[in-house]
């Protein structure tokens, strides 16, 4: 059974949300992933982000899978990547928690789903990746990962999620740099990226800046 159809933009609000929101994807890949997630929410299945940190894309997920009548499903352990942590570049001090003496992002991501009026369209899944993605039992719409970006973590990802997406439903992968030298961070959702193009399962259907959104084509992964 289909789901109503999401329009193809993001309302006004959503989108003053996300720009307002702690995160890393600009506003033209925010766009493009909002698209897709519209998109994917027609098969009427839940939409599935890895990497939710503060919620950014998130909002974009739930505004999607609201309008559409499904449920978005956000993945993370809030303890941050390795570039996250202490020293690297994209480390936030204002997201760790004293007490405990590590990144926590979770109460900062509820702060934004609530005040974007959100948080009955998301079940946020606090947890490692690989773990998530080995009980969950489900095919799904849309998987979106921007997680971890060690050879390690994507592959994990993908390996772990590319499976349940449905035939076709989407994978999404942020952080995409065909060029090494674009990104410190590395290549590794690139490496992932051009092993779903191989695997035959996956056709490219849109590409903005650092996002690339494949549908699913046929089976495997
Ligand atoms: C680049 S951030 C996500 C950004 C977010 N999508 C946005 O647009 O603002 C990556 C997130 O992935 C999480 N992460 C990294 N490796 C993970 C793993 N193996 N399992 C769960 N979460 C992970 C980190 O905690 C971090 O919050």
Same mark, same amino acid.
Request: aromatic share 6%.
């Given at each position: 059974?289909?789901?109503?159809?999401?329009?193809?933009?993001?309302?006004?609000?959503?989108?003053?949300?996300?720009?307002?929101?702690? #995160?890393? /994807?600009?506003? $033209?890949?925010?766009?493009?992933?909002?698209?897709?997630?519209? +998109?994917?929410?027609?098969? +009427?299945?839940?939409?599935?982000?890895?990497?939710?940190?503060?919620?950014?894309?998130?909002?974009?997920?739930?505004?999607?899978?609201?309008?559409? #009548?499904?449920?978005? &499903?956000?993945? *993370?352990?809030?303890?941050?990547?390795?570039?996250?942590?202490?020293?690297? *570049?994209?480390?936030?001090?204002?997201?760790?928690?004293?007490?405990?003496?590590? /990144?926590?992002?979770?109460?900062?991501?509820?702060?934004?789903?609530?005040?974007?009026?959100?948080? *009955?369209?998301?079940?946020?899944?606090?947890?490692?990746?690989?773990?998530?993605?080995?009980?969950?039992?489900?095919?799904? +719409?849309?998987?979106?990962?921007?997680? #971890?970006?060690? $050879?390690?973590?994507?592959?994990? $990802?993908?390996?772990?999620?590319?499976?349940?997406?449905?035939?076709? +439903?989407?994978?999404?992968?942020?952080?995409?740099?065909?060029?090494?030298? $674009?990104?410190?961070?590395?290549?590794?959702?690139?490496?992932?990226?051009?092993?779903?193009?191989?695997?035959?399962?996956?056709?490219?259907?849109?590409?903005?800046?650092?996002?690339? &959104?494949?549908?699913?084509?046929?089976? #495997?992964?």
């Amino acid at each position: 059974m289909s789901a109503p159809t999401a329009p193809t933009a993001p309302q006004p609000e959503i989108l003053a949300a996300f720009e307002a929101a702690k #995160g890393f /994807m600009p506003v $033209d890949e925010g766009l493009a992933l909002y698209a897709a997630a519209a +998109g994917a929410a027609r098969l +009427g299945l839940p939409l599935v982000e890895v990497g939710t940190y503060c919620g950014r894309s998130t909002l974009l997920l739930a505004a999607a899978a609201r309008a559409a #009548g499904v449920t978005a &499903v956000t993945v *993370d352990h809030h303890r941050g990547s390795e570039e996250q942590q202490p020293g690297w *570049d994209y480390h936030d001090p204002s997201v760790v928690d004293p007490e405990v003496g590590r /990144m926590d992002t979770l109460p900062t991501f509820r702060r934004t789903l609530h005040a974007a009026g959100l948080e *009955d369209h998301v079940i946020a899944v606090v947890g490692r990746s690989p773990q998530v993605a080995a009980v969950w039992g489900r095919p799904v +719409g849309l998987v979106f990962i921007d997680g #971890g970006h060690t $050879d390690e973590h994507a592959t994990a $990802d993908y390996e772990g999620w590319a499976p349940h997406v449905a035939p076709d +439903g989407l994978l999404a992968i942020h952080d995409v740099h065909p060029h090494p030298e $674009d990104e410190f961070t590395g290549q590794a959702p690139y490496r992932i990226y051009l092993r779903a193009l191989a695997s035959g399962a996956f056709t490219e259907v849109a590409v903005e800046g650092t996002l690339r &959104v494949l549908r699913r084509t046929g089976p #495997g992964s």
